[in-house]
């Protein structure tokens, strides 16, 4: 079984900071792509950044320039730093993260519960 646990959420004003964290446990043999979905009230999930094991990353267009995106390999854990947030920010955000059992196993994606992110005007 493999289990990502989300930390971080909470309420920001506006322009303020949040870093959210993601870790990965149990029977992990290797974690390729770690990243972060959202899902505001009413809309679609959408893609937020990803990060592959070797450390390139990619983000969606509406946060370049403010949210980072790193991972720590040998804890099996993903962050992102979340700067100059916006109200529209506000979202439900959860980590994924694509994770072999076994050298010969298949990949899976595996997600974490969630965490709320709430920016005010």
């Known amino acids: 079984q493999v289990q990502l646990v989300e930390s971080g959420g909470g309420l920001v004003q506006a322009g303020g900071s949040l870093r959210l964290s993601c870790a990965a446990s149990?029977?992990?043999?290797?974690?390729?792509?770690m990243g972060w979905y959202r899902q505001a009230p009413g809309k679609q999930r959408e893609l937020v950044a990803y990060?592959?094991?070797?450390?390139?990353?990619n983000y969606a267009d509406s946060v370049k320039g403010r949210f980072t995106i790193s991972r720590d390999n040998a804890k099996n854990t993903t962050y992102l730093q979340m700067n100059s947030l916006k109200p529209e920010d506000t979202a439900v955000y959860y980590c994924f993260g694509d994770a072999v059992k076994g050298p010969l196993s298949p990949t899976f994606r595996y997600w974490g519960q969630g965490a709320q992110v709430t920016v005010s005007s």
């Open positions: 149990g029977s992990i043999f290797s974690i390729n792509d």
């Open positions: 990060i592959t094991s070797g450390g390139v990353t």
